[in-house]
């Protein structure tokens, strides 16, 4: 099985625009979820989508959104893009949403610069 | 909150067996995960505990104590590849989320 898939791999974009980020999860996966990675927050959870809906959301404001479409693929948006944006985006999918051990596989990652 | 503090560097010498920490403060949760990335990749899944104890994957095993809250991964025969990042990670009780909580990170330098 082809793994997670993630587009574009590096982005640069100024302060004031927007971006939108595609990941395409491991065929039979339903679940996506996004994670923001930075050197000083580290690893922190954005949101996840499970047979399109969104089931959980983190501690991000309102100008970061996703949707997921019914071929499970999901696309993040930020709008107003800010300097602290640049970050390392990476999207996870699993079979199941809200399994006890059902294993989470990173995709390699959409690398986020704001100037 | 929640809070999952790891030393942020250990350095090993090749061959070598290294233990890596995770001490955690969470109201609760389904388990604790690792995971490895290597600069410039995506984090890839290690292992997990459900239950307390030990688990075996080859060359890594993991352990928890939820009532010390504490886990480690340990790394035995350390190769120069084993040289990444390691994160604990755990699932909290929120019904229908996959919401991996991560830990602060341990870089590893493996050296001959």
């Known amino acids: 099985k082809a793994g997670v898939t993630q587009t574009p791999r590096y982005l640069i974009k100024t302060r004031g625009q927007q971006v939108t980020l595609s990941c395409s999860p491991i065929?039979?996966?339903?679940?996506v979820s996004w994670y923001q990675q930075t050197p000083g927050q580290g690893l922190q959870f954005l949101f996840e989508y499970f047979s399109e809906t969104q089931r959980n959301k983190g501690n991000f404001p309102g100008r970061f959104s996703g949707r997921q479409f019914s071929n499970s693929r999901s696309e993040m948006n930020v709008s107003t893009l800010e300097l602290g944006d640049s970050a390392l985006y990476l999207c996870?999918?699993?079979?199941?949403?809200?399994?006890?051990?059902?294993?989470?596989?990173f995709g390699p990652g959409t690398r986020l610069t704001v100037l | 909150g929640q809070s999952l503090e790891q030393p942020s560097e250990v350095t090993a010498v090749e061959g070598a067996i290294v233990q890596i920490n995770c001490t955690y403060q969470?109201?609760?949760?389904?388990?604790l995960s690792w995971y490895q990335q290597h600069d410039g990749g995506a984090p890839t899944f290690l292992s997990y505990?459900?239950?307390?104890g030990l688990e075996e994957t080859g060359r890594f095993s993991s352990f928890l104590s939820r009532s010390d809250s504490y886990g480690y991964l340990l790394l035995q025969e350390l190769q120069m590849k084993d040289s990444a990042s390691y994160f604990c990670?755990?699932?909290?009780?929120?019904?229908?989320?996959?919401?991996?909580?991560f830990g602060t990170g341990t870089r590893l330098t493996v050296i001959p």
């Open positions: 505990n459900a239950l307390d």
């Open positions: 996870a999918s699993s079979q199941a949403s809200g399994s006890r051990t059902d294993t989470q596989y």
């Open positions: 990670a755990v699932r909290g009780f929120q019904t229908g989320a996959n919401n991996l909580f």
């Open positions: 065929s039979g996966h339903r679940s």
């Open positions: 969470t109201s609760g949760f389904y388990g």
